[in-house]
C-alpha cells in the first residue's frame, strides 16, 4: 500500500474518532487470519469482513496506531480480543452521520401545548 493512502486511512480513523462518529470499514478476509479476529468470525465472512464502531464505544476500543495499521479492542460473543487492521487489508471506511438534532440540547422555550 501506498504511504499517502495509509496516511489518507490513518487520517480518516483520527477524524471519526475525535469527532465521535460511526465508523464503518470493510476489510479483506483473507488478510485477518493474523489480525486477533476470531477464526469462527471470519468464517462467516466470504470476501469482506463489515465493522461498525460505535462512537458509544471508542473509549472502550483502545484505538492505538502500530506500524502499518491500526488495533482495536472489539467485543465478540465469547470475549473482547485485541485486533489489529494493516492498512493493506482495508478496503474501504466511511462515517455515518447522526440524524439532525440527536445528540443536540434543546433549548427550553416555556410551557408547551399538549393535545390528548
Known amino acids: 500500500m501506498s504511504d499517502l493512502r495509509a496516511e489518507t486511512a490513518?487520517?480518516?480513523f483520527e477524524y471519526g474518532i475525535e469527532h465521535q462518529?460511526?465508523?464503518h470499514f470493510a476489510s479483506n478476509t483473507a488478510e485477518l487470519h493474523a489480525s486477533g479476529v476470531p477464526e469462527y468470525?471470519?468464517?462467516?465472512?466470504?470476501?469482506?469482513f463489515p465493522i461498525q464502531l460505535?462512537?458509544?464505544?471508542?473509549?472502550?476500543?483502545n484505538f492505538e496506531f502500530v506500524p502499518g495499521?491500526?488495533?482495536?479492542?472489539?467485543?465478540?460473543p465469547d470475549g473482547v480480543y485485541r485486533c489489529t487492521f494493516l492498512?493493506?487489508?482495508i478496503?474501504?471506511?466511511?462515517f455515518v452521520l447522526p440524524p439532525e438534532g440527536?445528540?443536540?440540547e434543546v433549548e427550553e422555550t416555556g410551557p408547551k401545548l399538549c393535545l390528548v
Open 10 to 12: 490513518r487520517d480518516l
Open 21 to 23: 462518529l460511526f465508523i
Open 41 to 48: 468470525v471470519l468464517k462467516k465472512h466470504d470476501e469482506y
Open 54 to 61: 460505535d462512537p458509544m464505544y471508542h473509549e472502550h476500543n
Open 69 to 76: 495499521g491500526i488495533a482495536m479492542d472489539l467485543g465478540f
Open 87 to 89: 492498512w493493506k487489508a
Open 91 to 94: 478496503y474501504n471506511i466511511g
Open 102 to 104: 440527536v445528540g443536540e
